[in-house]
Structure formats: structure tokens, C-alpha cells
């Protein structure tokens, strides 16, 4: 099986997508500059600009754009160069997008995905968040945020074939993650979630890129023979807590590792409902790791101070098994 | 309607079991007269009524256990103005049973439980912990918790159920019946004492075993063999208190074993001078002297009368040697207390004292207390040698053998003499004390031993 990067497996997607008619896609610097992170060099040249809209610097217009066109039969991807910038539109993805279905009696659904990224590395406090947990906050969209290859190609197609409004969160720091990705098409279910890693003595759960840091950290800890066992939940929204809970079950003790701020974030969610759900499989109170609770620094020692790192992952884990 | 309560018969008692009642329902009791007789791990002992009135209701049948202040008994009628004493409800809840909540004072006029519950929750325990507690029948009180501050963990639970003796796997655990566990002290290691084993006068009531019996609780369910099932003796609360202390002995505390051989000849024969014309009564044995030894000796190395502890060591002020006794229904270790200050008659005087109360069951719960050290000896069996196991929580544990008289070389001539050899192995705890350390104080017990006169003016 041919290994690719995250970029190359997205690009593969949205390939296979655009032999659709109906899919189409708009943002910013996405056609001729072939896009911030690469994902679609190459599409203006090969589908057009009717179907590779480059958009001004307008996201509530980017993403209202989208909604229309999915309310008649279009299956558009609307693409925010970064999730910082998604604020904009929120009013169009939240009072809109997500309550379309609801509000119309069901007479229509909003048929879009939503392609964003969340990272860091030196983009200072207003370019380097995480806004996860807003989206997986509302009712009405789905929320997906797949670490692998292989999970990035699938469910981009899942997403774009579901029916309701799906937001895609990407990372800028995971484009260039390889993995084996099959040159036939698929598609990965939306809301399931999947073990990561088998092992006995604790649970992480998380997904995104801190799948890929976890691991990191499983391996350290493997050398003094503690075994990790890792689930990745892929989908926030819906949430699927039972592989999760499966695991925890069994290892009775978890940490939760997400990159969001610690207070009401996606870690908050997941491990209450591990509490709520495996109460009396616990062992220990659950762990959290997560950015550091100030607006992100743009200084390298400092930010390196908030992001979560694997070293932080590692302690997290061995306090939760002491 | 005065209760009658399970009685706590030593610091660290649990829970007793009823050997017998000596009254029935119907019965009339007066203040003071014996109703019962009772087993805790250590002892049995009659307990007397402290109100009168006629005996109503026995709660807790003859073979079945309670926890200290369960009621075990009801008396009506009686002019018994004592208070009652508080009784406490047997304390864990049954799996099914609501959470305990902390019962606030009752409407009602009876006598009413003082809950443990808030004992109970004070336990930090996980869920998880918990909720294994509950399908196992553990009181969690009883469980040493090892996570952070003290929380009671799964592990913990598995290690009291592999100390148990116990299947970890899911039990149905019919009643709650906390195993009882007594924190430190008593119990013995290895080894007898002089003389044959006199009949056990306690014979912990055995429960009956292949009759269905009534809801007895079995602390620990005895797991079926595969096939041809051997019988089944059903243990006594001795038998599992060595049980237990010896498992938690051997899997805790790192054993070192060191031996040395003692002549005993100048020993026996001041022994053979001193005793003449004695009465029996004031004789000392064999075993008094290395007693007197070993507290000489402890008192040359105060390490070794010591415990282990989490802190640092901890050296006991006072020398206190436990001496094993074997007994039909097990063995007990009685302690001689401060034989710092004794003299060797004054601590034959009080082991023969000790040694008779032992077999006539009447030993009492704290004269079994505060061992700092052990002396076994199976020498009266004709054992040469051997080793015997650490008394937690003492730092060590002295096993004596047989006396030899054996040909062998006269200091460095080549003549051939008869020789009394006695073999010691001292067992002690690594963490405590070292081989070099172990050696030194052997030696200081065979030199007490082999210049005597030592003994008579220590």
C-alpha cells in the first residue's frame, strides 16, 4: 500500500470528490496560489475557476456562499485557511448551517464541509488556537478531526457525502504526517471511534494530532513497561465514547489529551463522560493534558511552555498510574 | 432493652466469633455472669453480661462472626440501668443495599446504631476499589490503601484478596464478612515450646462444614478442588491470622538467614548447678537462657529490636520477646515483656506463667501484644536446625535447635571431646539490618551463652 502524507491523502479526496458535479470548492488563495498548505495545487489548473472559486477575504461570506449552494443540491467545500479565521463566520455556521434542518422541518438539508486547520508555531495569541470545542458544542453539525492518513482521505469523502453541515478541522503541523493510504476509493464512517494502540495499563484518549504525540509518549513508556493503550475518537460530534470506555474498563485509569485550553474544552466532555459512563471502573482521578491557560505567546521558549508536549503526556500518565 | 454487643477484647480486635452460648433464650442473666464465649484471632474468652434481664434473642449464632460492637444479643426485662453500650450495625453494605448514608440521630426510642458509616466514608478508596469491596465482601477498613494520600486502589484490593486466600475473580459473596485483620503484633512465628502439646482447651468451634449451614458467613470461599474434593477443614480464627501474618511476612519483609553453632556445655552445666535443689516451679530451661541471651544481646544491638517503617526504622525502648508455643489448635506467641530488666528467674517465672495460660486458653489478647522480637525453639523435637519466619512487624526472629552432644576437637588440640552443640539461625529483616550486622549480634548471644555466669548478673 503506497505511503502518502495527510496532504497528499486530503488531495486525493477532494480528487476523487470533484468527479462529482455538484462539488465545488471556494476560499481563500486556494486557486491560483494553490492554496496555504498545498492541499489544492494543481485543482484551479485542472477543474476551473467555476469550480475552484478563489474567495476575497470574507469567511461569512465564504461560508454563507456554501450554505446556499448546498440548500440547492450543490456539494460545496467551503475552506478557512485557518480556524482563527472561522470566527467570522460563525454566526453563519452556527444560526445557519446547523439549524437549517431543524428550523425548515426537515424540507432541506445543508449538504457542506467546512475545511479548516488548527495549529501553532509561531502565529502568536490570535493565529494559534484551538476551536474545537465550539463547534462540537453546537447541535446540528458534525464535527471531525481524523489523525491518520488514511482517516483523512476516508472520511473527507464520508464528510462530503454526509448530508449535513460537517466541519473538517485539519492541522497545520500534521500535513506532512505519512501513512499507508489505499489508491482505491473509500470512505471512513463519521462518528467511530478506533483503538490507536493496544495496551493494558492505561487509557489515552484523544485524536487529531495528539494521536501522533501519545504514540510518542506510549513508546517512551513502553521502555519501563507500562502499556498504553490509545483511542483515537476521530469524531467529536457525534461523540462515540465506546471504544473509549471499552478501554477504560479494562485499564480503569485514563488521561485525556487534547490541544485546547483545559476549562470547558474537549477534554472536559470526554472525561466526564468517562466519569458518568465508568464510574465504578475507576482506579484514579482521570488526567488532562492540554494548552496552558493563556493566550498563546509568540516567543518560541514560551509557547513551547503552553502547547502540550509529549514529555507533558509522560508525566501526566505516570502520576495517573502512581 | 439493653443490647449485648461483641465485645472488643484488644486494641486491635476486629470482629469475634461465638463459640458458644452459655445462656438460651428465656434464659434470666445477671450482671457480671458469663454468657458466652467468644474467639477473636488470639484468644478465646468467656464474656459476662454487664446489665440483667432475661435473655430475648440471640442475634449471632454459635459458629457465626460479628464485628466489634455488633449487637450479638437482646435482653428485655431487666433493671439493667446500665446504658447500652453503642452498638454498631454490621458497617458494609450489601451490593444491594443503598449507599450508606450517615444516619442522623433517630426518632425512634430504641437504641440505635452509632453508624460507622462516617468511618466508612472517611476511606479514600476509588470507585473502582469500592465497588470490588462490595462484590467481595471486604471491609474496606481493613485494606491498606497504597495510592496517593492512602486511596484504596484495585491493586490493593487484589493484594488483601491474594492475602486472603482468596480468587480475585468476581464472588457472589453472600454476607460481608471482613476477614479479620489485626494491624501488628502477636502471633508467632515458628516452634513450641517445651514439652508435649497439651490438650487445647479452646478448640475454635470448627463451623460445620459439609452440613448446609446456615448463613455462616465464610470469609473465605474455599474453591472446590477440580476433582476428588479433599475434606475441607474449615480455619479457625488462628489459623487464618497465621495465615495471613506469615503470607504478609514473607511477601513483605526481605529474610536474611544467618546460623551459628553454640557449645553448651558451661551453659548446662550451670544450668544443672543452679537448678538443683530448686522446686520445679523455679527451675529455668534451656530455652529462659537464650531468652536472657537474646535480651542481652538486643541490647548490644538495638537494631535488630526494631521495626521497619515507611519513615525510618524505629527502635523500640523496651525489649519484649515473644516465644512461640505450639498449642493443638495452632500455635501463640506470648510475650515476655521488658526483658531489659528481668532476671533469667524472673523471666523463667513469667514464661512458665505464659506458657500455662497458652494452653489452658485463657491467654489474654494483650499479653500476646508488643513483641519486639521472637525466640522459637524446636529443639524438644529433636530439630537440629531451622528457620523460622518474621513476626511482623519485629525486625527478626531467633530459631533455636537441639542440643547435640557430639565427639569434636578440643579448642586447637587434636584431642577428641564431647561437645553440646546448639545450632541458632536468626531470621531478620533486610531492610532493617544487614548480614554483618545479624553476625555480630549472634555472636554476642553465643558468647552470653557459652560464659553463662554473664546471664546470672546481667
Known amino acids: ?322 | 432493652m439493653p443490647d449485648i454487643t461483641m465485645p472488643k477484647m484488644g486494641f486491635d480486635m476486629q470482629e469475634g466469633t461465638i463459640v458458644r452460648w452459655l445462656k438460651k433464650p428465656g434464659d434470666e442473666v445477671r450482671r457480671g455472669e458469663p454468657i458466652a464465649e467468644i474467639e477473636t484471632d488470639k484468644v478465646t474468652i468467656e464474656i459476662e453480661a454487664f446489665a440483667s434481664g432475661i435473655l430475648t434473642e440471640i442475634v449471632v449464632q454459635e459458629g457465626q462472626s460479628a464485628p466489634v460492637n455488633a449487637v450479638i444479643a437482646r435482653l428485655d426485662g431487666g433493671n439493667g440501668a446500665q446504658a447500652p453500650a453503642p452498638a454498631a450495625p454490621v458497617a458494609e453494605a450489601p451490593a444491594a443495599s443503598a449507599p450508606t448514608t450517615e444516619a442522623p440521630a433517630p426518632a425512634a426510642p430504641q437504641p440505635v446504631a452509632e453508624t460507622p458509616a462516617a468511618d466508612a466514608g472517611e476511606i479514600r478508596a476509588s470507585p473502582l476499589a469500592r465497588r470490588l469491596a462490595r462484590e467481595h465482601g471486604i471491609d474496606l477498613r481493613q485494606v491498606r490503601g497504597t495510592g496517593p494520600g492512602g486511596r484504596i486502589v484495585k491493586e490493593d484490593i487484589e493484594a488483601y484478596l491474594a492475602a486472603r486466600g482468596t480468587s480475585p475473580a468476581p464472588a457472589p459473596a453472600p454476607a460481608p464478612s471482613p476477614a479479620p485483620v489485626a494491624p501488628a503484633q502477636a502471633a508467632p512465628a515458628l516452634a513450641p515450646t517445651p514439652a508435649a502439646p497439651a490438650p487445647a482447651p479452646t478448640p475454635a468451634a470448627p463451623l460445620p462444614a459439609p452440613v448446609a449451614p446456615p448463613p455462616t458467613p465464610a470469609p473465605a470461599p474455599v474453591s472446590a478442588p477440580p476433582a476428588a474434593a479433599g475434606v475441607v477443614t474449615p480455619l479457625s480464627n488462628m489459623r487464618k491470622t497465621i495465615a495471613r501474618r506469615m503470607l504478609q511476612s514473607w511477601q513483605q519483609f526481605p529474610h536474611i538467614f544467618v546460623s551459628i553453632e553454640v557449645d553448651m556445655g558451661a551453659a548446662l552445666a550451670l544450668r544443672a548447678q543452679a537448678n538443683a535443689g530448686r522446686a520445679k516451679e523455679e527451675q529455668f530451661s534451656v530455652n529462659d537462657m537464650v531468652v536472657k541471651a537474646c535480651a542481652g544481646a538486643l541490647l548490644a544491638f538495638p537494631n535488630l529490636n526494631a521495626s521497619y517503617g515507611d519513615e525510618g526504622i524505629i527502635r523500640h525502648p523496651t525489649v519484649n520477646i515473644a516465644i512461640a508455643v505450639a498449642l493443638e489448635s495452632g500455635l501463640m506467641a506470648p510475650v515476655i515483656t521488658n526483658c531489659q530488666d528481668r532476671s533469667l528467674g524472673s523471666i523463667a517465672r513469667e514464661a512458665k506463667r505464659l506458657v500455662a495460660l497458652a494452653r489452658e486458653g485463657k491467654i489474654t489478647p494483650d499479653l500476646l501484644q508488643g513483641g519486639t522480637f521472637t525466640v522459637s525453639n524446636l529443639g524438644m523435637y529433636g530439630i537440629t536446625e531451622f528457620t523460622s519466619i518474621i513476626t511482623p512487624p519485629q525486625a527478626a526472629s531467633l530459631a533455636v535447635g537441639a542440643i547435640r552432644r557430639v565427639p569434636a576437637f578440643k579448642d586447637d588440640s587434636d584431642e577428641v571431646v564431647a561437645k553440646h552443640l546448639m545450632m541458632l539461625t536468626l531470621s531478620a529483616d533486610h531492610r532493617v539490618t544487614d548480614g554483618a550486622e545479624a553476625a555480630l549480634f549472634l555472636n554476642e548471644v553465643k558468647r552470653l551463652l557459652e560464659q553463662p555466669l554473664a546471664l546470672l548478673v546481667g
Not at chain 1, 461569512?60 to 449552494?69: D, E, L, N, Q, T
Not at chain 1, 517512551?220 to 465514547?241: F, H, K, N, S, Y
Not at chain 1, 470526554?270 to 459512563?277: F, P
Open chain 1, 1 to 322: 500500500m503506497p505511503i502518502i502524507t495527510v496532504r497528499e491523502a486530503l488531495r486525493q479526496a477532494l480528487h476523487e470528490a470533484m468527479q462529482d458535479e455538484r462539488v465545488f470548492i471556494i476560499g481563500e488563495d486556494i486557486g491560483h496560489y494553490g492554496s496555504t498548505y498545498g492541499v489544492t495545487a494543481g485543482f484551479l489548473e485542472k477543474y476551473g475557476p467555476e469550480r475552484i472559486r478563489d474567495a476575497p477575504i470574507a469567511e461569512s461570506g465564504i461560508v454563507g456562499i456554501a450554505i446556499g449552494a448546498a440548500m440547492v443540491g450543490m456539494r460545496p467545500i467551503a475552506e478557512i485557511m485557518s480556524v482563527n479565521f472561522s470566527l467570522l463566520a460563525f454566526d453563519m455556521l452556527f444560526n445557519h448551517a446547523a439549524k437549517i434542518y431543524a428550523m425548515f422541518g426537515g424540507q432541506m438539508t445543508v449538504p457542506m464541509v467546512l475545511r479548516t486547520t488548527n495549529g501553532w508555531t509561531q502565529l502568536s495569541a490570535t493565529h494559534s488556537q484551538s476551536f474545537d470545542v465550539y463547534f462540537a458544542h453546537m447541535p446540528g453539525l458534525k464535527v471531525v478531526a481524523p489523525a491518520t492518513p488514511y482517516d483523512m482521505k476516508g472520511m473527507l469523502k464520508a464528510a462530503i457525502e454526509d448530508p449535513d453541515p460537517v466541519v473538517f478541522i485539519e492541522h497545520t503541523l500534521m500535513y506532512t504526517v505519512k501513512g499507508e493510504v489505499p489508491e482505491e476509493s473509500y470512505t471512513v464512517p463519521l462518528g467511530k471511534a478506533r483503538l490507536a494502540r493496544e495496551g493494558r495499563d492505561i487509557t489515552v484518549v484523544t485524536y487529531s494530532r495528539m494521536v501522533h504525540l501519545s504514540q510518542q509518549a506510549a513508546d517512551i513508556l513502553a521502555r519501563d513497561g507500562i502499556e498504553v493503550e490509545i483511542v483515537d475518537l476521530r469524531t467529536l460530534r457525534p461523540l462515540d465514547m465506546s471504544v473509549a470506555l471499552e478501554s477504560f474498563k479494562k485499564t480503569n485509569r485514563a488521561v485525556v489529551v487534547t490541544e485546547d485550553w483545559q476549562s470547558f474544552g474537549t477534554s472536559a466532555e470526554i472525561a466526564a463522560r468517562l466519569y458518568e459512563h465508568g464510574f465504578d471502573y475507576l482506579d484514579a482521578p482521570i488526567a488532562r493534558v492540554n494548552f496552558r491557560e493563556v493566550p498563546m505567546p509568540y516567543s518560541r521558549n514560551l509557547e513551547l511552555q503552553t502547547v502540550v508536549t509529549v514529555d507533558r503526556i509522560v508525566q501526566a500518565i505516570r502520576k495517573t498510574l502512581s
